[in-house]
Each structure stands twice: as C-alpha cells, then as structure tokens.
C-alpha cells in the first residue's frame, strides 16, 4: 500500500492528527519512536480509516507515496533535530518534512535551511486546538515554500477546522519560520486573553463579591455577545464546576500557580528583540510567574491593603457590566499589540505576511477561536496596511464607548487592591498611543545629559546635544 501522508510521533497530538487525516479519506503511515504506540492506534482506532503501521524509519518512507509527505509531531527541541537526522537520509529531493510540533521559529528557520539545500522542503506548521482540535479539525499555520504548500495545501485544508462562513482556517502564512512564528504569537495573545479574563473574573469575585457559580453565568451571558469565544466558553463551565471531593468550586480547591511551557515567553522574548511593544503579553506572562513564587507570595502575605468596601446589590451588576467593558477594550488592545508583532516579524524576515488571513484561521479550531476575529478579519480586509487595529474605525468607535468603563474598573481595583496588570497594561498602552506629547522627550534630555546621547528637535532637522557640563549652549551633533 501506498499512503498519502505519513505521522509519525504518535502521542495525544500526532495519534488526533492521523485519525483525522485518515476519517478525511487519506491513507496514512504511522510510526513511533516506540512501535507499541503504533500497534496500539491501530489496534483501537483501525477501522477508522486506512492506517499503514511502520515500525521502522525505512519501512515508514517505503509507504509513502512521492513526493512524500511526512509529518513529525514529536516534542519540540532535541526531539524534533533527532527525528530529522534520522528521516533526512531516507529522503528525496521535493519531499517534505512537515514539523507540527511546537518549535521556536529560529530553529525552523534553521531546519528549513539546511534541508533545502538538500532538495527537502522544511514546512514548520503551527497547529493549535490541541487535543480535541488535532483530531476535529485544528486551525493550522504552515509555512515553508510556496511549492510544499502546493502539494499540502488541500491535504491541510480538508483536516482543518473551518469558519462560519465554511473557510478553511489554514492557509500558507509565509516562507521558513512565518508558520511557527504565527502560532507563537497566537499562543502570546492566548496568555493575554486568559489573564484578562483571570482579571475580570477576580474583579467580579472580590469587587462585585460574586460567588462562582453566579460569575459562570455572567460569562455565559457574556459568551452571547461581542466577546463569543472558546476561552469565555469554557470559563464559564470551570466555574460553574463544584469538586466532587469538597463540594466547593472547583477554582476554589485548585492551588493559584500558573505554569507555562514557553510560547508566552518566546513571544514577549522576540518583541523585544524587535522592538515591538507587546505590554499585555508580557504582564500575562509574568502574571503567571508571580503567581508560581510561593516563598515570595507568603512573605508578602502581612504588607497593608485598602480597607473593604462591598458594593450593594445594584452597584455590583453595574460594576459587572463595566467589567464586561474592560474586558473587551482590552482585549482590543492585546491583539492589537500581538498583530503588530507579526507585522514586525514578518517585515524583519521578508515573509509577506497577510495579517487579514492569520485573523481569519484563527476564527476557527484554535483556542483563541472567537466571534471577534471575523472583524479583525474584515479590518485588514478593508485596509491592508492599517497601521494598527486601533486605526481601524469600528475598533475606535467600540473603544471611545467602552474607556469611561475601563478607567473606572480600574480606579475600583486600584482602590480595592485588586491586581489587573493586563487591563492597566491595555489602559497605558491606548493612552500612549493618543497622547500628543510623551514623556520621551524627557529621557532624551536625560540620556543626553548623562550619555551625550543626543536628541532632535522638533522645529528642525539634525542632531544636538547640549553642553549640560557647560554653559548649556546646543551645539549640532
Ligand atoms: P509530546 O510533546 O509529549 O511528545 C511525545 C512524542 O515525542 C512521542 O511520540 C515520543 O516518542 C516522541 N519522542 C520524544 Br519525547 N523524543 C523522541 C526522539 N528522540 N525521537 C523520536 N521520537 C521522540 O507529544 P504531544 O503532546 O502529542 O505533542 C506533540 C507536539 O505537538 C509537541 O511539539 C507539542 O508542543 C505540539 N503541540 C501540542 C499541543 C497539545 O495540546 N498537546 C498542541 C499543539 C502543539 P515515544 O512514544 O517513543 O516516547
């Protein structure tokens, strides 16, 4: 038999993505560093489709039919190099090496490169749904060649999860690394939004005094709205959970450490290597550090906090609302932060990419999946080269309507001692974007009092620096 695609690693993710590909009509190869986990997929989900079990690297490319198609869901890192040291030599030129794993786009763009110099198209493929998406249909970022994508493309987009409108949520993002690059800022703009919605949800706990089975419903309610997504949908039933053992909620009985496997952080990492202001992410990713510093947190147990001031009945469903407000004003903010890096990236790697398309393969599939990206969609459809969501006209009006509720959320939980990092970051970022005059000018004189570091003036061209040791005259730099 000849099979149309080949998986191999066959843990949770590589095992869904098979099955998936096999109840789409494909036959498929599938291997596994350790041949039980390939008995045992065929073995219970056999009769799902074609499955062609190889225990062996040269079997496995003898099943695939040319140019082959072989994709390597394996742990990201070393895992990933094995793999393809191992694959490589069992290639031909116009075969493609497609890696589903999580890797770090530098690495891609490494891989990618050295492969091509042997005729083997590297295709790094973000894919994001995790369990459940892998085998229904993940939203999926490949990049790689123009060609790889050519003999792929279809492939990806019968497997993966498809929009309202019946899109497909897969296209070819860009060249080498543009994929995983995707997926890792999809990744950084997930943190931002679970920790805005962390915010939300402590707020309404501690300001509006809510217990958590009435919050799940506020979200549900939310869920109905604007802000209709997978994170707010599955919010609201984490909530509502009530643990078996205590019969309390389920949040309730959880220790509060966040923990993180890197995309988060590689995300805030690569932003400020470009130079790219991602405020929201980085607090989200830092949020999460904190809460892991155990030691630190009890230190600090005993430091002095405002005095309590409940709210009444009607002042917390209209506090509720404007938390609804805050929420979704800075949620505006964080895509448009993450957007703006891929806009970066891909101007710093020359991969074209069309931001109105990555909006639109979000909008099914992945976690961050949500009602909203259709407008982000249609933002950069209208205006391909807006400079930034918060230009685009509709984003503005919702925000200009939402501030009034967003600085009050956060004048309440700076008085109640509520910490909101991610709805204060949204907040400082928009009010720097519009302020007519920043305190940079400031650090300028400064850096150039210290550091002769120079400074423009905003009445004519060139350089100056002033004699600060002087007579403080300004000579041209
Ligand atoms: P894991 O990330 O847990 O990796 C396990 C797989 O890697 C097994 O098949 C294992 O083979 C194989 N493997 C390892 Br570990 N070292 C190997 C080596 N040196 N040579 C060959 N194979 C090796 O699996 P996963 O959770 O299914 O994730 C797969 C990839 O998908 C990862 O890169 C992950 O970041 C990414 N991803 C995961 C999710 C998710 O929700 N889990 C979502 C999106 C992307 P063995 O069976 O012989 O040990």
């Known amino acids: 038999t000849s099979a149309q695609i080949g998986v191999t690693g066959l843990a949770v993710m590589g095992r869904n993505l098979a099955r998936n590909f096999a109840r789409n009509g494909y036959a498929v190869a599938v291997h596994n560093r350790t041949a039980a986990r390939t008995r045992a997929l065929v073995e219970e989900f056999g009769d799902e489709g074609e499955f062609v079990a190889a225990e062996t690297a040269e079997e496995f490319v003898a099943a695939l039919e040319r140019p082959r198609r072989l994709v390597v869901m394996v742990k990201a890192g070393e895992p990933t190099d094995a793999v393809i040291g191992e694959f490589a030599p069992l290639l031909e030129p116009g075969d493609m090496i497609i890696d589903g794993g999580n890797a770090h786009f530098a690495d891609t763009r490494r891989r990618e490169a050295e492969l091509r110099e042997r005729g083997i198209h590297f295709v790094g493929t973000g894919i994001s749904g995790g369990e459940e998406g892998a085998l229904n249909g993940p939203s999926i970022m490949p990049g790689g060649s123009k060609e790889s994508y050519a003999a792929l493309g279809p492939m990806l987009e019968k497997i993966s999860a498809k929009a309202a409108d019946g899109a497909p949520c897969v296209t070819h993002v860009g060249p080498d690394g543009a994929g995983h690059f995707v997926k890792m800022v999809h990744n950084g703009i997930e ?6 919605i962390g915010e939300a949800y402590q707020l309404l706990r501690d300001v509006a005094g809510y217990e958590p089975a009435r919050i799940a419903e506020i979200f549900r309610t939310w869920n109905t709205g604007r802000l209709d997504s997978y994170l707010i949908e599955i919010t609201a039933e984490v909530l509502s959970h009530v643990d078996a053992a205590t019969g309390r909620p389920f949040v309730d009985v959880v220790q509060d450490r966040a923990e993180q496997k890197g995309t988060g952080r590689w995300t805030v990492q690569i932003a400020l290597d470009l130079g790219v202001p991602v405020s929201g992410i980085a607090e989200a990713v830092f949020a999460r550090s904190l809460s892991g510093h155990a030691a630190l947190r009890e230190a600090s147990r005993g430091l002095a906090g405002p005095a309590p001031s409940p709210l009444d009945e009607t002042e917390a469903a209209a506090f ?9 004003a800075s949620k505006i903010v964080s895509y448009t932060q993450g957007f703006h890096e891929i806009a970066a990236g891909s101007e710093e790697y020359g991969w074209s990419i069309d931001l109105g398309q990555v909006a639109a393969i979000w909008r099914g599939g992945c976690i961050i999946r949500a009602a909203f990206l259709d407008r982000i969609r249609a933002a950069y459809d209208a205006r391909p080269d807006l400079p930034s969501l918060l230009s685009d006209e509709t984003f503005a009006r919702e925000i200009a309507a939402a501030q ?32 007519e005059r920043l305190p940079a000018a400031l650090t300028q004189g400064q850096r150039d009092f210290f550091g002769a570091h120079t400074y423009r003036r905003t009445d004519r061209e060139g350089s100056f620096h002033t004699l600060w040791g002087g007579d403080r005259s300004e000579v041209t730099a």
């Open 404 to 435: 009034d509720d967003w600085r009050d959320v956060l004048v309440a939980a700076t008085r109640q001692g509520v910490p909101t990092p991610g709805f204060a970051a949204a907040l400082a970022y928009y009010d720097a974007l519009r302020a």
């Open 320 to 328: 509720a609302d404007r938390v609804e407000q805050a929420l979704y």
């Open 191 to 196: 943190y931002a939004d679970m920790q805005l």
